[in-house]
């Protein structure tokens, strides 16, 4: 009997600290990203890491470079929409640490507000960084595609 993937990711089912889970479903799936070369992890669930879970190294090839743009990639589990109060100070931390991009990783949905925030980045003089983020339905692909990682039992339960 195999479960669809409906019956297997639903996000009520991860085992324990649902936001460690979320965080351990990201770096895997980020380690079947092709153009990513590393991916470090920044503090503990829930430490004081600012709103920064991982530093991704994404290679970007062109015609005659190769460019590496380094992500801070902040993952987000809630049970509500994503809002820019949610994120807040994003652009600092982007700032401060010098990134390149703001990836945000969420299993829920972003509010329209936040769409647009991130969006618009690009717009701005003031700020020379990218965003990009997943959202549910770009989970509910990725955890389609992947499902192999997740048979083990040991995120989410039968």
């Not at 070369?37 to 600012?50: L, V, Y």
Request: hydrophobic fraction near 35%.
């Amino acid at each position: 009997f195999i479960k669809t993937t409906e019956e297997i990711f639903w996000w009520e089912k991860l085992l324990g600290d649902k936001d460690r889970q979320f965080e351990r479903i990201c770096e895997l799936l980020l380690q079947k990203e092709s153009n990513i070369s590393s991916i470090i992890p920044i503090g503990k669930t829930r430490a004081s890491d600012r709103g920064r879970d991982f530093e991704v190294i994404e290679k970007v090839g062109g015609l005659n470079s190769n460019k590496e743009i380094k992500w801070l990639v902040q993952c987000k589990f809630s049970i509500n929409s994503i809002s820019p109060s949610s994120i807040s100070g994003w652009t600092d931390r982007m700032i401060e640490h010098k990134y390149d991009g703001f990836w945000l990783m969420t299993n829920n949905d972003i509010t329209p507000n936040l769409f647009d925030q991130l969006k618009d980045v690009s717009k701005n003089e003031d700020y020379k960084f990218k965003t990009k983020f997943w959202q549910r339905s770009d989970f509910h692909i990725k955890l389609n595609v992947h499902s192999e990682l997740f048979t083990n039992n040991d995120i989410f339960e039968n």
